[in-house]
């Protein structure tokens, strides 16, 4: 897969705002384009860190983190989505690498939230080190549990 990183324009996102909008988080939430959209352009506007990977000229995904959003101290990963037509081709993994090159002298742990129901998301971040800590029963939504996942940054300590 040939793609590059770099920072989220306003003109991506509306390529952007239908690969959240085209997940299952985005379906189980009842995202619409025009919503998201609107989300990712204010996130952009108050200086949000989101980036994207750009293959053959258009987003292939994006990654929108917090450095110090989990308890002021820890790196959050706070939305990441890839365009369902590549998922698994390495997309997805490049940046969550990017989250954690950005942030890598930020705190002790990484840490991101997912959806109780999203399995393959948990798998995904597990393959790449990420340990469940905890649950948020009606976090986001009612109905729903938020597993909170953490990686240490440095293997082998707490």
Same mark, same amino acid.
């Given at each position: 897969m040939n793609f590059t990183l770099r920072p989220l324009e306003r003109a991506d996102t509306p390529a952007c705002a239908r690969m959240v909008v085209n997940s299952v988080v985005g379906e189980r939430y009842g995202f619409t384009a025009e919503r998201m959209t609107k989300t990712l352009t204010e996130a952009l506007d108050a200086g949000g860190d989101l980036f994207v990977a750009v293959q053959e000229g258009k987003p292939?995904?994006?990654?929108?983190?917090? =450095?110090?959003?989990?308890?002021?101290?820890?790196p959050y990963l706070r939305l990441i989505a890839v365009d369902p037509q590549i998922r698994g081709s390495g997309v997805?993994?490049?940046?969550?690498?990017?989250?954690?090159?950005?942030?890598?002298?930020?705190?002790?742990?990484?840490c991101l939230l997912v959806s109780d129901f999203n399995l393959p998301a948990q798998a995904f971040y597990e393959r790449h080190?990420?340990?469940?800590?905890?649950?948020? =029963?009606d976090f986001a939504r009612a109905g729903v549990t938020e597993i909170l996942m953490m990686k240490p940054r440095v293997p082998g300590t707490p």
């Open positions: 292939a995904g994006f990654a929108w983190i917090d =450095p110090k959003g989990a308890f002021s101290s820890a997805g993994a490049a940046l969550l690498a990017e989250f954690e090159r950005r942030t890598e002298a930020v705190g002790r742990s990484w080190g990420y340990t469940r800590c905890g649950a948020l =029963p």
